[in-house]
């Protein structure tokens, strides 16, 4: 897939302003500070298309953006930061569910977790959320580049088994301090927009 535009469209808290249910939509899902901001720029080749934080947990809205007009990547609010408001933290499950329960463009969650570390009880409960709405089975590993060889495979290993992929579900390795997944992903992003056109399960494309 190669990138020709990318751009914001908008910030969304509830659902009356989310951008209209029509165009495919790919969405971006995990722990506050995972690097799903970064992951985004690199797919996207843009440095400051989704702002990588600073302060991290401040991503509290749901953002909508338009790739080569033709699909959408959405910016999940990201979860497990403690430093968030209660309200803020109350907040986080309604809107959630308001945009995964019910968005008929959307095709798929890419579940990110940090290579370095088990998945969390939180990242379990996110991909068993994503289970239970089908739009599982494809996980990122973040900041692969703060891992060796060996680490990594053990790691990814680890990641499988504890969320529970099948054999086919993907899990992607990813980095974006240098690009390490990058084009992988981009392809498995291809094939899930391609096969929209009401595919039946063991069709391939
Ligand atoms: N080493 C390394 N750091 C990363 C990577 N991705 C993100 N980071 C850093 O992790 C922090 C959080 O990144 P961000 O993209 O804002 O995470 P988000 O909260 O999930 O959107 C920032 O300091 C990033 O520079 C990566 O692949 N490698
Ligand atoms: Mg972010």
């Given at each position: 897939m190669i990138i020709r535009k990318a751009e914001f469209i908008t910030s969304a808290v509830r659902k009356a302003q989310y951008p209209e249910d029509n165009v495919p939509e790919i969405a971006f899902a995990g722990r506050s500070n995972v690097g799903k901001s970064s992951l985004i720029n690199l797919l996207m080749n843009k440095k400051r298309l989704a702002k990588v934080s600073q302060s991290p947990g401040k991503t509290r809205t749901i953002n909508f953006f338009n790739v080569n007009d033709e699909f959408r990547i959405v910016d999940l609010p990201g979860y497990g930061?403690?430093?968030?408001s209660k309200a803020e933290a109350e907040s986080w499950g309604p809107m959630m569910e308001d945009y995964l329960s019910n968005r008929a463009s959307l095709l798929k969650v890419v579940q990110l977790v940090d290579s370095r570390h088990d998945p969390s009880a939180q990242d379990i409960q996110m991909y068993e959320y994503l289970r239970y709405y089908g739009l599982d089975g494809l996980v990122v590993a973040t900041k692969a580049d703060k891992l060796n060889r060996g680490q990594l495979g053990n790691n990814l290993r680890n990641i499988r088994r504890i969320l529970q992929l099948a054999p086919e579900d993907n899990l992607v390795a990813v980095s974006?301090?240098?690009?390490?997944?990058a084009r992988e992903l981009l392809d498995i992003m291809e094939k899930i927009l391609n096969k929209k056109e009401g595919g039946t399960p063991g069709e391939t494309d």
């Open positions: 930061y403690a430093k968030v974006a301090q240098n690009g390490t997944g």
